[in-house]
Nanobody, 124 residues
Framework: VQLQASGGGLVQAGGSLRLSCAAS????????MGWFRQAPGKGRDFVAA????????YYADSVKGRFTISRDNAKNTVYLRMNSLKPDDTAVYYC??????????????????WGQGTQVTVSS
């Protein structure tokens, strides 16, 4: 599967953005979909993930209550709605697809497919 992320940009603190990740291929609904981010000079961190059917979602503590992940399996697309953005949210955001069990949603190493990343910059 190929993933194409979009929707990043420059926003002021307190603002909102919605990221999208479009997937190609007929097997999209087989994957756990996740969002990760990487700030300059830091490692890639888990942000959010959603189960194959969309019935379960998971978030990093740092984004709980501010970010919402959703997916539309008919459109092969996963979204990340980001509200109340903070300068600490500045990073390149990546979408990824995981073929493993749901319990592995936070394990970066088990995400087989990755999008190219989209830059999110939050100014203070």
């Amino acid at each position: 599967v190929q993933l194409q992320a979009s929707g990043g940009g420059l926003v002021q603190a307190g603002g909102s953005l919605r990221l999208s990740c479009a997937a190609s291929g007929p097997t999209y609904s087989r994957y756990i979909m996740g969002w990760f981010r990487q700030a300059p000079g830091k490692g890639r961190d888990f942000v959010a993930a959603m189960s194959r059917t969309g019935s379960s979602s998971y978030y990093a503590d740092s984004v709980k209550g501010r970010f919402t992940i959703s997916r539309d399996n008919a459109k092969n697309t996963v979204y990340l709605r980001m509200n109340s953005l903070k300068p600490d949210d500045t990073a390149v955001y990546y979408c990824a697809a995981n073929t493993g069990p749901l319990s592995t949603y936070g394990n970066l190493a088990l995400y087989r497919y990755w999008g190219q990343g989209t830059q999110v910059t939050v100014s203070s």
